[in-house]
């Protein structure tokens, strides 16, 4: 029987959560607050890649043409690891984009991205005042989204005996893969999904004997 691993992609597993697991955003959060007469809106939402970044911000800003900033940051997992980055915005170095950052690095958040736009209020908040506006926005996003454990997800190829059919099915349930495609001919010939951490125990069961 032949196994080949293809690509990898990511999912989610819902329910409670352990420490320091990774995880991500399945339905958008959104909360505003006003400070000091200047109005925080903010966005969070899963994006896969930075061209779906590019176009939350682009939505975003359409929507507000006429506000002041709109400072963001995310963090894309890759083949080359997690990509984190943010931008002030034309607000003072550090204090927009990096504190909106920061609320993604302490949760480990991927795959996320947030958006902030600032309606300036004629009422200059100071560095440490924009730092807090920023972050405490950011923060009551992602608190109003959805979230979920993030599971990176591998494709393998398998091709079994027809008699296995039954045992990789129920195999696959238990940890939440699936069965994406199948080819029937001597063998049977799957396509499969599943989480990274099970590929080493379903090829121990399913692998060449």
């Not at 196994?3 to 959560?17: E, I, Y």
């Not at 506000?67 to 984190?84: E, M």
């Not at 972050?135 to 109003?144: H, Q």
Request: aromatic share 8%; charged share 20%; hydrophobic share 40%.
């Amino acid at each position: 029987m032949l196994v080949r691993r293809l690509d990898k992609t990511q999912t989610w597993r819902s329910g409670t959560t352990q420490a320091k697991l990774m995880q991500t955003i399945i339905t958008q959060g959104y909360a505003e607050q006003t400070i000091n007469k200047s109005r925080f809106l903010a966005w969070a939402a899963a994006c896969q890649t930075e061209r779906e970044v590019a176009m939350m911000l682009r939505a975003i800003a359409s929507q507000h043409a006429n506000a002041s900033h709109l400072a963001y940051a995310f963090r894309i997992k890759t083949p080359d690891g997690v990509v984190p980055r943010f931008s002030d915005a034309g607000e003072p170095s550090g204090t927009a984009g990096k504190p909106i950052l920061q609320m993604l690095d302490g949760r480990d958040y991927i795959n996320v991205c947030i958006g902030v736009i600032r309606y300036y209020g004629g009422i200059n908040l100071g560095t440490g005042g924009l730092v807090r506006a920023y972050g405490s926005t950011a923060k009551l996003a992602l608190e109003a989204a959805q979230t979920a454990e993030y599971v990176e997800m591998t494709h393998l190829e398998l091709t079994i005996p027809y008699n296995q059919m039954d045992a990789i099915t129920k195999a696959l349930a238990k940890c939440n893969g699936a069965i994406v495609n199948k080819t029937f001919n001597e063998a049977v010939t799957l396509e499969i999904t599943l989480p990274e951490k099970d590929v080493a125990q379903i090829r121990g069961k399913f692998g060449s004997r």
